[in-house]
């Protein structure tokens, strides 16, 4: 019995595939990370003020720097709130400031709250649509250049 060239082709178009598959994907993860960066770059998006915690001063471990007086919905008379200190166990020394969207409310037993209402930041809801766009359309070419490229070799493989 004759054995067949057939399997040693069909291996070594397989590796061929393999390796074609490594190439295109090592290409769009630079491709893509290139595409991402510059993104970032071009929308002058600062990554730390877009994914921050808002600061808030804690009488018993933060030392103010400057008041201000502020007239709140449902007070009477301005309100006395610190808007400038120094957090004692940031080893940075920065100051923190007041958010001045940040809203202060009356309790009923007299003191003064941030109002924890929630604060949607849409421009972290398209950073990530972003990264997720990139991210699909990078394996969708992927797909599609290997399936190619099988395709073509397939091609070859019948013609011969």
Known sequence: MIASPEPDVDEGRQAKIRRYSTVVTVALIVLCNTVFLFGVWASGVNLEELIKTPDFFNPTSDVCLRFTWQRLAGAQDPVRLCSEWITLADPTGRSHLLDKEMRVRQD????????????????????????????????????????RYRLQLEAAARTR
């Open 108 to 147: 009923a037993d007299g003191r003064y709250y941030v109002d924890p209402s929630v604060r949607a930041d849409f421009r972290l809801v398209a950073y990530v649509g972003f990264v997720g766009l990139v991210l699909i359309a990078g394996m969708v070419a992927r797909w599609y250049l290997v399936n």
